[in-house]
């Protein structure tokens, strides 16, 4: 049967580039209200990079006030940091963090526990998993009475976790790694500690742990249903898209992946530029409205510039090297009606600074020229250098 015969409904590029304006917020027309409406919109904000969380709602917010995104992660602490899809870290909103932690943080915390368990007592002959629960329980108990603590305070204050492992001996990557790293890392994996506020300012990734919510104690659903949920939640934002997109999203298996979709109700659909099948939930088959002209700058590891694995529809495959590192973290880039066009950086003065890959025309280039300024009013005083460097912005950036 010819592609033009075939019975599946039929969703292009532009469709799935308009789709992203609105739904990812980025549209003007589309700007949320609050900081955990684009969380949500998004499925989460990738946290890895602490700068990241507080950029990416900027470019989505009709109004992005940092002490509101402040109150959201470190008051009102309706975003909570889960360490889940592709054992990332993430910020996702309290409504969806039962589902996330049913289909995704839970596995990976159990893998957490599995790994420090292993690791401790291969490397301390002294230690089993009596003495790991005792030096938690000690740790979790010095947490409550501070309030707040650091890595340092805590280690303080329970001796233990001062010890260390010598890891990969004899290899050129050996490293002595305390235990605090590892039983720290751990229990936020499962929730029973989180990040609270950083000791600087909204770029550090030096956190204090306050105590936290272990999963177990959520009321998340069974994990194929909440594999289902996430599907459906991921395709009603990231959709029309491949299995192997939402597999890469995910990290699940394929096996899962497909039973997961299939108990979301997604249906096949043709995708022009793919040449497997896409997915799509059955009542976002009708073409979307196309958005108002738009221009964004999302910064490193944005969820939007990482939400696919095939990303042809959105970026040049050209680019891909200039764009991101040789782990495949992407950096900061230039948006234009659902398109990635070029990368920005600042300058050690504060100024921000961008290039453009791909001619948009002139309209594209004075709304990108007024992006730049507005997120160069916003950022202030501050110094922005994304965890991982990329090759243009780290030519732009000098």
Known sequence: MSPSASPRPRID????????????????????????EVADAL????????????????????????????????????????????????????????????????????????????????GLPDWDERRLAEVEARTLAVLEARGEAT???????????????????????????????????????????????PRGGWTSSSFRWVPGTAFTDLDAPEPAEARAR?????????????????????????????????????????????????????????????PAPWAALLPAL??????????????????????FDRSGNIGPTVWWNGRIIGAWAQRPDGDITWRLLTDAGQEATEAVRTEAERLRDWIGGVRVTPRFRTPLERELST
């Not at 233990?160 to 994996?189: D, H, Q």
């Not at 992946?257 to 896409?278: K, Q, Y």
């Not at 939400?307 to 090297?321: F, V």
């Open 151 to 197: 890595a340092a305070d805590l280690a303080a204050d329970v001796p233990e976790l001062r010890t260390t492992i010598v890891s990969f001996p004899g290899k050129s990557y050996e490293a002595t790694v305390a235990l605090s790293s590892r039983i720290l890392r751990a229990l936020a994996a499962e929730g029973r500690i989180r990040r609270g506020r």
């Open 302 to 323: 944005d969820p939007t510039a990482m939400g696919w694995k095939s990303r042809d529809w959105y970026l040049d495959p050209d680019h891909t090297r200039a764009l």
């Open 43 to 122: 499925l989460g904000l990738h946290a890895t990079d602490a700068a990241t969380v507080h950029l990416s709602l900027r470019a989505r917010l009709a109004d992005p006030d940092p002490a509101a995104l402040d109150r959201a992660l470190y008051e009102d602490r309706t975003l909570v940091r889960m360490l889940c899809m592709r054992r990332t870290l993430f910020a996702v909103s309290t409504t969806l963090a039962p589902v996330i932690a049913g289909a995704s943080a839970a596995p990976v915390a159990a893998k957490e526990r599995r790994d420090l368990t292993k690791w401790i007592t291969e």
């Open 13 to 36: 590029a532009a469709q799935r580039r308009a789709r992203l304006g609105h739904r990812h917020r980025l549209a003007t027309s589309a700007k949320a209200a609050t900081a955990e």
């Open 230 to 290: 996430l599907a459906r939640h991921w395709l009603a934002s990231y959709g029309p898209a491949t299995t192997d997109d939402l597999k890469w999203w995910t990290g699940w298996t394929l096996t899962d992946t497909r039973r997961a979709a299939a108990a979301a109700g997604a249906v096949e659909v043709d995708l022009p530029e793919s040449p497997a099948p896409g997915l799509a939930l059955p009542d976002d088959l009708a073409p979307v409205p196309e």
